[in-house]
């Protein structure tokens, strides 16, 4: 069964910092691209970052690495393969990246982009 | 960046109804759109990818059409567990961007 676990959420003032971390099971990992993706309260979805699969078990340094632009330069996506695992280092925090922040798989076919497993989601608050 | 405006915002219908949503991209995305349902407190589960492929496991009153800039969500025979809201992906380029979504809700 595909499992997706996020962690690392909580509470943080603004211009601080969080390490988001989504731990996967039940599938071969390096072979799939992921992403993540945020809603803040009451509100839609909205799309953070990508990072293509990579062939290296311990650096992403192959994998290609798409963000939003009201997170580039603060946030960082980073997976690393030989712990099935996927990260989002998010610096400099405001107020308006307060949301649940989900990871989610995308799917193998030909198209890209398209999710077909997410995991709970992790909350982050970022209030002073 | 690619726009996607859904219509409606929020609808009520009743159990046994057929339910259309649509959404309308800024700039033609070809084939490449999504639909999601979320129910609240949970995550995302994707139902249709490119326009009109149903997603392993979905319902078959679940069904999509649609290509460049208009797409259509549609549920025949609406269910209690499909009230929900859905949201609409573009899957063309990037940046990624969604739909404001469709509540739909129990009339």
């Known amino acids: 069964e595909v499992q997706l676990v996020e962690s690392g959420g909580g509470l943080v003032q603004p211009g601080g910092s969080l390490r988001l971390s989504c731990a996967a099971s039940g599938f071969t990992f390096k072979t799939y691209s992921l992403t993540w993706v945020r809603q803040a309260p009451g509100r839609g979805l909205e799309w953070v970052s990508y990072i293509s699969s990579s062939s290296s078990m311990i650096h992403d340094a192959d994998s290609v690495k798409h963000y939003a632009d009201s997170v580039k330069g603060r946030f960082t996506i980073s997976r690393d393969n030989a712990k099935n695992s996927l990260y989002l280092q998010m610096n400099s925090l405001r107020d308006e990246d307060t949301a649940i922040y989900f990871c989610a798989r995308e799917k193998m076919t030909a198209a890209r982009f398209d999710f077909d497993s997410w995991g709970q989601g992790t909350r982050v608050t970022v209030s002073s | 960046d690619i726009q996607l405006t859904q219509s409606p915002s929020s609808l009520s219908a009743s159990v046994g109804d057929r339910v259309t949503i649509t959404c309308r991209a800024s700039h033609s995305v070809t084939k490449y759109l999504d639909w999601y349902q979320q129910k609240p407190g949970k995550a995302p589960k994707l139902l249709i990818y490119?326009?009109?492929s149903l997603e392993g496991g979905v319902p078959s009153r679940f069904s999509g059409s649609g290509s460049g800039t208009d797409f259509t969500l549609t549920i025949t025979t609406l269910q209690p567990e499909d009230f929900a809201t859905y949201y609409c992906q573009q899957s063309y380029n990037i940046p990624l961007t969604f739909g404001g979504g469709t509540k739909v809700e129990i009339k």
């Open positions: 490119t326009a009109s």
